[in-house]
Structures are given as structure tokens and as C-alpha cells.
């Protein structure tokens, strides 16, 4: 199956470049470019691509924005987001997770490592970077006035202790073969229970999942003594 892919970002150089690689390989295809957040949502809407490669700082409508409206759609339930960022501003990549993002890269990342990242996205199976996410959504959540977006205490009730157990490790950035090897359990159990929890959890990915983990207050974010997280 051939991953389609929309590219949106406000550097048209950048695009490109993008797209000459995307090409060149056997299973993806570029169906369209958008200079905004704005005509990504649009564009998102009409191609309907298994990835978006979205910036976070674009014009007019950021990346994060965009990534919320283009996730709220139920048409677009397939269709996942892969952020772009210079990692600048921990609070956008989280606020882009939680608003649907599947995970997340830096720009200056090498070509093999930006395919097999939309790969991974496109199947929807595990984070790019589990720890570095999961510490992004640490520092961002236990930092002041994010209060708001803990309100999800019955979130994790309908989790079964497997299932419960199984989503605070893989929050904790272990792999499926990592958490198997720690409870005694076959990789592909281990995807059973994350796909169930996702399940019921109405999550679309496992980034949205690891997310969820941290808003019911399954995983509670750590501070070093110094008091940073």
C-alpha cells in the first residue's frame, strides 16, 4: 500500500526538498503541499492523506491549531499528523499531541530517519521517540496553569489491571517488546492490550494513548529535587 502524503510547512524550499525524497521511494507518494495551517486543514479535507508532515510555526493558522481541526474531523479519523520542530518550545509539541499529533521530529533529522518515521506514524503502532515525547508531556503538564486539561479521573475505569498496566508502561516510553520482556508476555499481547485500551479509550493512536495515561492521572509526571521536571 502506498502512504499519501501532505506536506505542510511555510518554507517552500523545505517542501520540496520534502517531496523529492517522499518520491523517490516505492511506497509514498506526496498528494499535496500547503504553505499554511490553514490550507492544510483544506487540503487535508479534499486528499484525505494517511500522513500530514506538519510545522508548527507557520502563518496564519500554526500547525498546532491546524492539527486540532484537522483531527477533530471524523472523516479524517485515518489520517495522522507528524509534527516537525526544533524541539524550541516543549509546550507546542505537547499542546500539538493532545490535540491529536501522533508524534513528533526535529527538522535536522537524516532522511532514513524522516521515512521510517511517517512509516510508523502511518501505522498508527508506537511513538517515534516514546521517551522524548513522554518528557515533553511531562515538563509541559507539570508545569503551572495546565490544570484545565487534567479532568479526566474516570478516564482509565473501563481499563481492564492488564490494560491499565500495560498503558502506564508504554506511557513510561517502553516498547511493545520492552513491556512483554517485563511482564512475561508475547509482543503481540502486548499490541492486543494497547490496541483494546485504545479501544475504549476512543484514542486514535498511541501517542494520544500515552497522552491519556497522563491527563486521568494513570502516570503521574515526576520532578527532579531541584524541583524541574
Known amino acids: 500500500m502506498t502512504i499519501r502524503v501532505l506536506l505542510a510547512d511555510d518554507q517552500a524550499l523545505l517542501r520540496a526538498t520534502f517531496r523529492i525524497l517522499i ?5 509514498m507518494t506526496v498528494v499535496a503541499e500547503a504553505a499554511d495551517g ?4 483544506d487540503l487535508a479535507a479534499e486528499h484525505r492523506p494517511d500522513v500530514v508532515i506538519m510545522d508548527i510555526r507557520m502563518p496564519d493558522t500554526d500547525g498546532v491549531a491546524a492539527t486540532s481541526a484537522i483531527c477533530s474531523r471524523p472523516e479524517l479519523a485515518d489520517t495522522h499528523i507528524l509534527i516537525l520542530t526544533t524541539f524550541e518550545n516543549d509546550a507546542n509539541v505537547a499542546a500539538a499531541l493532545r490535540a491529536g499529533a501522533s508524534g513528533f521530529l526535529g527538522k535536522g533529522v537524516s ?4 521515512l521510517s518515521g511517517i512509516r510508523t506514524v502511518a501505522d498508527g503502532d508506537a511513538l517515534l521517540s516514546p521517551t522524548a515525547t513522554r518528557a515533553l508531556i511531562t515538563r509541559f503538564l ?51 492490550h494497547i490496541q483494546r485500551a485504545m479501544n ?3 484514542v486514535r493512536d498511541r501517542a494520544q494513548l500515552v497522552v491519556v495515561a497522563y491527563q486521568s492521572g494513570l502516570v503521574k509526571p515526576h ?3 531541584n524541583g524541574s521536571p
Not at 23 to 27: A, G, K, N, P, Y
Not at 38 to 41: D, I, K
Open 142 to 192: 507539570a508545569a503551572p496553569g495546565t490544570d484545565e486539561f487534567l479532568a479526566l479521573p474516570d478516564a482509565v475505569k473501563a481499563l481492564t489491571d492488564r490494560e491499565r498496566e500495560v498503558t502506564a508502561l508504554a506511557a513510561h516510553g517502553k516498547s511493545n517488546a520492552e513491556i512483554a520482556a517485563q511482564l512475561v508476555l508475547s509482543p503481540l499481547t502486548v499490541r492486543s
Open 38 to 41: 490553514r490550507e492544510a486543514v
Open 23 to 27: 518520491d523517490s521511494v516505492e511506497d
Open 200 to 202: 475504549k479509550l476512543e
Open 223 to 225: 520532578r527532579h529535587p
Open 111 to 114: 532522511p532514513e530517519v524522516l
